[in-house]
């Protein structure tokens, strides 16, 4: 299986902070990385796809660029909705697995 | 609007089979573009990623539950399940369905193959099972 490790665990920022989350796979995945957002309670949502294509309806300030086993994920600046848990995940072989999270905090 | 809703009992007995559908509603579940799957995520951690299916019938799990999974599409209902034997307390989650799509490559290595790489674009809200002794 290929492993996603993902740094920070949590981050503390604040409103209007320009924040990355780094997501490193165990062996080359291209470009076939996920990035989703979780709310306490809620169910994951897409953020991006192919490391860097924003999902539709996904505001412009999330950004996400790497590839092969490096990748990260940008908040241009912070808005008080994006505080949650974001996971990364690979799709390039089965079985797909995610990053262990980053919990961004205020 | 696609929507996904998975239903099922929210207790289970350990040793016994946890049983999940996920009902496909504003699509068609026989859309030859997308496959359709679990994943769970046990109380304060992450995700994991059970398997797939697509309607035609092939399967994808991963190979820690494999032996006790089973993954089942029904097209005339336009759903998808789920089945788990053999259930203990690591298996007590929220367990989400989601609608897996993206790209597929085919090419000639000996035989014709096809790579399937999906992301998961729309979820459920997701279903807790508890599984108690």
């Known amino acids: 299986d290929i492993q996603m490790t993902q740094s920070p665990s949590s981050l503390s920022a604040s409103v209007g902070d320009r924040v990355t989350v780094t997501c490193r796979a165990s062996q080359s995945i291209s470009y076939w990385l996920a990035w989703y957002q979780q709310k306490a309670g809620k169910a994951p949502k897409l953020l991006i796809y192919k490391a860097s294509t924003l999902e539709s309806g996904v505001p412009s300030r999330f950004s996400g660029g790497g590839s092969g086993t490096e990748f990260t994920l940008t908040i241009s600046s912070l808005q008080p909705d994006d505080f949650a848990t974001y996971y990364c995940q690979q799709y390039n072989s089965y079985p797909y697995t995610f990053g262990q999270g980053t919990k961004l905090e205020i | 609007q696609l929507q996904l809703q998975e239903s099922g009992p929210g207790l289970v007995k350990a040793s016994e089979t946890l049983s999940l559908t996920c009902a496909v509603s504003?699509?068609?579940?026989?859309?030859?573009?997308?496959?359709w799957g679990w994943i769970r995520q046990p109380p304060g951690r992450g995700l994991e990623w059970i398997g797939s299916?697509?309607?035609?019938?092939?399967?994808n799990n991963n190979p820690s539950l494999t032996s006790r999974v089973t993954i089942s599409v029904d097209t005339s209902k336009n759903q998808f399940s789920l089945g788990l034997t053999s259930v203990t307390a690591a298996d007590t989650a929220v367990y989400y369905c989601a609608r897996h799509f993206g790209t597929s490559y085919g090419f000639w290595s000996g035989s014709y193959t096809v790579n399937y790489y999906y992301y998961l674009d729309v979820w459920g809200k997701g279903t807790t099972v508890t599984v108690s002794s």
């Open positions: 504003g699509g068609s579940i026989g859309d030859d573009n997308y496959s």
């Open positions: 299916i697509h309607y035609g019938g092939n399967t």
